[in-house]
């Protein structure tokens, strides 16, 4: 079956440290990737996506890149600030396959201390 | 478009309640999503609507859960009679090429 794996948490970093969290998936059919982020008392926002292989989706400085190759989508952000600690989940969408909806990984809370 | 929009935000109840969770989706989408949020498990798809028309249900944990999309602009889940270990925050998502949640329901049942 489908099924997304991203990095455990919880990450604590420092402010202006380089980011990583990996996200690895399985699926079958047409997968279509993304990054979602929960702050505190919110629901989800959409942070990026990618819609085809070697695509980088970017926005508010984090990238990801869509490797089919490897069946990756690690999010980066070269220089990390307070504002962006939060839960990151992972997540695909798979056309193709049986299930039409979103599938999310268990999310990586991240901690930024000043 | 105010976006997904939940009703109430905070729920406390009494064990063995009915609880009815609202949901109104960004018009136009055509998918509805509803989610529950604890720390132990994570984000879990409960049930996903698409035309009004209850697509996958699998996620739905047990009978006392039930889900309704009578017209495109309203959904509601309902659980009856509640449990201590349904507390949790449910969120509601529509889509079109992308999910939009809306800001969640925190439940809590004691």
């Known amino acids: 079956g489908n099924s997304v794996t991203q990095m455990e948490g919880p990450v604590t970093l420092s402010e202006e440290a380089f980011l990583t969290i990996n996200c690895t998936y399985t699926?079958?059919?047409?997968?279509?990737p993304f990054w979602y982020v929960q702050y505190p008392g919110e629901g989800l926002q959409l942070l990026l996506k990618a819609t085809k292989a070697d695509d980088k989706g970017s926005n508010k400085g984090f990238e990801a890149t869509y490797r089919k190759e490897t069946t990756s989508f690690h999010l980066e952000k070269g220089s990390v600030q307070v504002s962006d600690s939060a839960v990151y989940f992972c997540a695909l969408r798979n056309y193709g396959g049986s299930q039409g909806n979103l599938i999310f990984g268990k999310g990586t809370k991240l901690s930024v201390k000043p | 478009d105010a976006g997904v929009i939940q009703s109430p935000r905070h729920e406390v109840t009494e064990m063995g309640q009915e609880v009815t969770l609202r949901c109104k989706p960004i018009s136009g989408h055509n998918s509805l999503f509803w989610y529950r949020q604890t720390m132990m498990r994570g984000l879990e798809l409960l049930i996903y609507f698409n035309n009004n028309v209850p697509i996958d249900d699998s996620g739905m944990p047990e009978d006392r859960f039930s889900a309704k999309m009578p017209n495109a602009s309203f959904s509601t889940l309902k659980i009856q009679p509640s449990e201590p270990r349904d507390s949790a925050v449910y969120f509601c998502?529509?889509?079109?090429?992308?999910?939009?949640f809306g800001q969640g329901t925190r439940l809590t049942v004691v």
């Open positions: 699926a079958t059919g047409y997968p279509s």
């Open positions: 998502a529509s889509r079109d090429s992308e999910a939009f």
